[in-house]
């Protein structure tokens, strides 16, 4: 099969490359510039129909996998034109041009999503999504006009993503604690750590199973992946520290609205996984175990 990966230079694209190069398929890796590090990356911008669907005929497109999104959440606040143009009409493009080939499209999405209601228990597939912001609603239309092409398709909602790519919480807390002796960390944000590579190894689950599936794809919707347990930015931030040597700084729990934000983040937005462990047979690494690997790589 031809599987075209969008965003391919970010966080989850650059895991895909890893997993990819061990497959039988063949792989377009396809992002707005250059690869940092010179691989093969083909110039796409998602946001022009008539380039999205060239490419996606030139190359008998079968799967889309898009990593592709705006992702600043503070940012997106200020710039919300843009944020729906990439987060809710470029998803709308690839479903159109991956639909009219009869192939399926892959899309990831957010926690983000959920918020606006006082959850306390692990967040499903089939509830109203309630975002707190632009970076969230947008995610939100995205789905929505997915969902609406009628193309094939399978919405991953994960949160708290990481991994050795790139800028994310993990590096970041990796150099704060250890140049800063003291460290505030919210504790009244709960959720999921998302190792990038285990999510990149369930998308290649997804294509696996299409590859074997009937036509329509039966098992087309949302699910919901992040690794499993359950913690704070706080607790995230304390095991990092922990695994890094990290002893001398000291980390404090601190509340929201002690880091003045122009947007309210969720305060729980752990994901119930039950669907997609029993619909594609999976099953999912604890957080700190993952840490563990992705530590092991940084190192």
Known sequence: MNILVTGANGQLGNEMRILAAGSADNY?????????????????????ASKVSELVNAMSVDIIVNCAAYTNVDKAESDPELCETLNAAAPKILADAVGLRGGLLIHISTDYVFGGDPYNTPCREDQKGTPTGVYGRTKLHGEQNIIASGCDHVIIRTA??????????????????????????????????????DLAGVIMTVIDDYRAAARPYPKTGIYHYSNEGVCSWFDFTKAIAKRAGNTSCDIRPCHSNEFPSPVVRPSYSVLDKTKIKETFGISIPYWTDSLDVCMAHLK
């Open 160 to 197: 708290w993503l990481y991994s050795e790519f790139g800028r994310n919480f993990v590096k970041t807390m990796l150099n704060l604690t250890a140049t800063k002796p003291s460290l505030n960390v919210v504790f009244d944000q709960v959720g999921t750590p998302t190792y990038a590579l």
């Open 28 to 48: 377009i890796f396809a992002d707005i510039t250059e690869h940092p590090e010179g691989l093969d990356t083909v110039i796409l911008d998602i946001t022009d």
